[in-house]
């Protein structure tokens, strides 16, 4: 039985969820602060964490950035309408998905499932040169020597070394990793490829690249093109 974590300040949110979660076959923690969320997280183990933004003691972006130290769980964020801020902050600190107030139970139970389906898939791993990419563990290697990644800086780095020399839009990017409607700008893609290149500039890899193509997105580049 798949394990989910319930953060929200909101009694009634959480009851709401909590049941319908039951009735999808999880087993259910609930927390009412940022506080109890992450003492939940390192006690116990969880498939699924749905993070509120709002909670007293830390906030969502606080929680879901600790746990990013240690963990790839999914995380689904649940943001005020309205506030694009609060969408691209939990991404850009880890969140797998965003949703928005007010909701219905149905729509967070298919969202869960539909990352639980995109993020669930293993044996995936590719090897270029001297970069090794596993989904299973969410692993990088260059020469061997590993390069400490966030999950999705993995699954992008995936992404664009599993199609090599093809260029992708930042918009195509969002679909494919983030897996829905983005409702923010494309800055957030440009933040991702920004961190992944100075995390991977500290092994030399002149076989290949991740190149800027102006006016059209990134692409990865092998045999020294650029």
């Known amino acids: 039985m798949p394990n989910l974590l319930i953060a929200d300040d909101n009694h009634q949110i959480v009851s709401v969820l909590e049941a319908y979660a039951r009735k999808e076959g999880f087993d259910v923690a609930h927390a009412y602060d940022g506080d109890d969320a992450l003492e939940l997280f390192m006690t116990g ?113 995936y992404t664009l070394a599993t199609n090599k020399n093809r260029v992708f839009s930042r918009e195509q990017l969002l679909d494919n990793l983030w897996g829905f409607d983005y409702m923010g700008d494309t800055r957030t893609v440009d933040t991702h490829i920004k961190r992944l290149r100075a995390k991977l500039a500290v092994i030399p890899h002149p076989a ?14 092998t045999g020294g093109a650029g």
Not at 208 to 221: E, R
């Open 45 to 157: 183990s969880y498939d699924m964490i749905l993070l509120d933004v709002m909670m007293p003691g830390r906030d969502g972006f606080a929680v879901c950035r600790t746990i990013r130290k240690t963990s790839n769980v999914p995380i689904i964020m649940i943001t005020a309408r309205g506030e694009d801020f609060e969408r691209i902050m939990g991404l850009d600190n880890g969140a797998d998905d965003y949703i928005v107030k007010p909701f219905s139970p149905a729509e967070v139970m298919a969202r869960v499932r539909a990352v639980l389906r995109r993020l669930g898939g293993g044996g995936k791993s590719f090897s270029v040169d001297n970069l090794t990419i596993s989904l299973d563990d969410f692993t990088t290697h260059i020469d061997a020597k590993p390069v400490t990644l966030t999950k999705r800086e993995v699954e992008l780095l």
């Open 208 to 221: 290949w690249d991740i190149v800027t193509v102006w006016g059209a997105g990134y692409k990865f580049a």
